[in-house]
């Protein structure tokens, strides 16, 4: 109930092309998705978030998707660039508990 | 920009010390948190403070403890170090409900 599921683990892109990042969640409680990015040696950074009372949001590059019914929301890179290359980890929290569940995280690789 | 320092980016230390890993945010958040990091498990929360001296346990407290004396500052301690809590150490901070936390750069932590 209070796990994310994160998938894929790794992913390769060619430089330009789309990055697909999934989550999925089962506990109807969770009321804020944020996704962190990571850098080697770094700890993560907050990239982009959401609340299920809107279905997509744009930062940029970064877009995510959230579809309520399936319990499932998504993070999409357009345009990746090698820079783009990290590890990424998308998040649920509910707010009245101020705690944060993560997923496992997808190490990204954006080839030049 | 919120800052969250972690005293040490990396620490060696010998099965049964008393580690304490220190953690102080520079932006007056209510909440700080405690998270592990370890390949293929994602983050884990230790413990989380909501206000000075008070605390909640995490998915994984055992074999760790935490102080929170000031509002800035938030510190883990592991009462007899052992192997197995070798890892990345993470804190984070917030401003309160629905809001993102922010990240320290991590402590490696070495336990031999």
């Known amino acids: 109930q209070q796990q994310v599921k994160q998938s894929p683990q790794s992913l390769i892109v060619q430089k330009g092309g789309i990055s697909i990042i999934n989550c999925a969640y089962e506990?109807?409680?969770?009321?804020?998705f944020p996704w962190y990015q990571q850098f080697p040696g770094k700890g993560p950074a907050l990239l982009i978030a959401?609340?299920?009372?809107?279905s997509e949001k744009k930062e940029g590059r970064f877009t995510i998707s959230f579809n309520k019914s399936a319990k499932q929301f998504s993070l999409h890179i357009m345009d990746s660039q090698p820079g783009d290359s990290a590890t990424y980890f998308c998040?649920?929290?509910?707010?009245?508990?101020?705690?944060?569940?993560f997923g496992t995280g997808t190490r990204l690789k954006v080839l030049a | 920009d919120v800052k969250v320092t972690q005293s040490s980016r990396y620490l060696v230390k010998r099965t049964g010390e008393k580690v304490f890993l220190e953690c102080v945010q520079d932006?007056?958040?209510?909440?700080m948190f405690w998270y592990r990091q370890d390949p293929g498990l994602g983050l884990r929360l230790i413990y989380f403070s909501y206000d000075v001296k008070m605390k909640e346990k995490g998915d994984i407290p055992e074999g760790y403890s935490v102080s929170r004396e000031k509002k800035e500052r938030f510190s883990l301690i592991l009462e007899s170090a052992s192997t197995n809590q070798t890892s990345m150490y993470l804190c984070a901070s917030s401003l309160g409900a629905l809001r993102s936390a922010f990240f320290g750069q991590g402590t490696r932590l070495t336990v031999v």
């Open positions: 932006m007056d958040h209510e909440n």
């Open positions: 998040a649920a929290s509910i707010g009245g508990t101020y705690k944060y569940i």
């Open positions: 959401i609340r299920p009372d809107v």
């Open positions: 506990n109807t409680a969770f009321d804020y």
